[in-house]
């Protein structure tokens, strides 16, 4: 427990640093005098402890105090039009009727220069990763939303201080990205064009996004089905995605294998990173491979329960080496996602076996239900809507769910030597997607199937843990959550 009180002292200190810059002189005064104290005072571990944390605290906030305040390309905005040179550093996002594409720029108007810019363009004609683009527009400083959102802030904890909306845009190259990931992103695309060959739509499109995160080609009206419906979460690979993920593979090896063995470990963890292989190896699937990695583990060596330290260490080591981190809407649906799992999930398979259901229904229903119900506020809160039939509808898709990611690989691979025999396995990949499909389709289709909730304040979601936190002490849970 003293790794996870440590741990979450450096969090919050970095946190309070964002807030309020604390001068050095008196930080590091406050640190020497407390730890000089908890040092004479070692007897009593809890002073010893305290101190620590209040040290950690301090190099928390300290430790952002060292962020870059701004970039080179902050000078540029509202100066008119320039032409920007710059190379597509993430999977481009769609939206409605657009699309938004983190640029790493290399020059503007000819000279060298660095930062990172936001850019909203037409969907079509799309983009990827590693496309070298000549954008000729205007830069400016994000906005600030005047319901309430500081967009300008959000995006600069994210290291992006200027955005240009809807340029003329020139492709000057491809695969300009570091030579492993550009591999990795070749074969994605390669795979994707195999599903699109192998499978009709919108079930193609589906396919590439649940597997690979290309969700560029699935259908506006699709993709409001899955938010009406509760079930978005499943598009995007995120930490909620590989949570469900590795606790379906973790549940299926376990039924199939039995715990005796290390098999169901190991094949459990080869799944779940193949899978953040095929999803690109972004830093968000990436971040949250380790956090379901660690869930694994702590599994495996049958102290589940403790899973909740060793997640909170990794937290704090990775807000330690990029502090922005904690603003990532990705990285806190997955630290999110899997805490829920290894808090609630127990709880839920208690309940779950009581009614004498088959084990590996009721861990795949424990382990979905967990990483919802921990991460129902998150997305509240960022996306402005609670679907009111997330639940049933979750579980229902759930059951296709690994048929899909099977299958579509197997449709992917094979499509990349023998097309006709890859549609022919695409014949059964379809099935399970036309399965999905109807399912988000007929709860979407409910009155009342979500809840718009516009501009949501922090302070619920405060409360919503709050209250959760208390349901799970009040219930017994706290000897789930804490137990080393």
Known sequence: MALVYVSLAFVAGTYFGSHLAVPWGLALAIAAVVLAGAVLLRRRRTLLLGGLCVVLFVCGALRFGLVPAGDDLEAYAGQGTVEVVGMVADEPEPGDSSLTLVVAVREVDGEEMGGIALLRTTRYPSYGYGDLLRLTGELEAPPEDPAGFNYRAYLARQGIYTVMYYPAV?????????????????????????????????????????????????????????????????????????????????????????????????????????????????????????????????????????AITALAFAAAIMVAASPRIMWS?????????????TVLTPRL?????????????VDSFAFSLGAVIATLPIIGYYFGYVSLVGLPATFLVLFALPGIIVLSALVGLVGLFALPLAQAVGWVDWLFLKYMVSIVHGFAALPYSSLELGWMDVGWVCLYYGVLGGAILALGGRKVALRS
């Not at 009614?355 to 229904?361: C, D, I, L, S, W």
């Open 170 to 306: 020139e492709v000057v190259a491809t695969g300009q990205g570091p030579q492993p990931l550009q591999s990795v992103y070749r074969l994605r695309h390669r795979m994707g064009e195999a599903l699109a060959a192998s499978l009709a739509e919108p079930e193609a499109s589906l396919a590439q996004g649940m597997l690979l995160g290309l969700r560029q080609g699935i259908p506006q009206s699709l993709y409001e089905d899955f938010r009406h419906s509760g079930t978005a979460h499943l598009l995007a690979i995120s930490g909620l995605h590989m949570a469900i993920v590795a606790g379906m593979v973790l549940s299926l090896t376990v039924w199939l294998f039995g715990r005796h063995r290390p098999t169901y470990f190991l094949v459990t963890l080869v799944v779940l990173w193949a899978y953040a292989l095929l999803a690109g190896m972004s830093p968000s699937v990436v971040r949250a491979a380790i956090m379901a990695s660690i869930f694994l583990l702590g599994t495996f060596l049958g102290r589940q329960r403790s």
């Open 329 to 341: 809407v990705s990285f806190q649906l997955s630290f999110a996602a899997v805490v829920g799992v």
């Open 349 to 361: 398979q208690e309940w779950g076996q009581r009614t004498g259901a088959p084990n590996v229904v």
